[in-house]
């Protein structure tokens, strides 16, 4: 199967920057889509940014603007740069990717706390 690794979350106050970054391994071959989920408590798991191997990408409007996701396919690895953070964007962050016959596989989540 595949096996995601995530690292960059941590606290930070308002209007700073964090960058995530997730890196996979295993079944690699035929990963059609990466990106960054969030899950905030008490909410459901909603998308944060999603990125195609060719390297179109979409955000969840709350972030455009502040938040760019990134691929290196070389390395299997997507980041995503977090900039001007808010308070509404404390929640776990999770990494998936999608992988063609596979199906979804996701990281273990990395937290993100944002203080005012």
């Known amino acids: 199967q595949v096996q995601l690794v995530e690292s960059g979350g941590g606290l930070v106050q308002a209007g700073g920057s964090l960058r995530l970054s997730c890196a996979a391994s295993?079944?690699?071959?035929?990963?059609?889509?990466m990106g960054w989920y969030r899950q905030a408590p008490g909410k459901p798991r909603e998308l944060v940014a999603t990125?195609?191997?060719?390297?179109?990408?979409t955000y969840e409007d709350s972030v455009k603007g502040r938040f760019t996701i990134s691929r290196d396919n070389a390395k299997n690895t997507v980041y995503l740069q977090m900039n001007s953070l808010k308070p509404e964007d404390t929640a776990v962050y999770f990494c998936?990717?999608?992988?063609?016959?596979?199906?979804?596989?996701w990281g273990q989540g990395t937290q993100v706390t944002v203080s005012s």
């Open positions: 998936y990717c999608a992988v063609v016959g596979l199906g979804d596989f």
């Open positions: 295993g079944r690699i071959f035929g990963i059609a889509a």
């Open positions: 990125s195609t191997r060719g390297g179109s990408a």
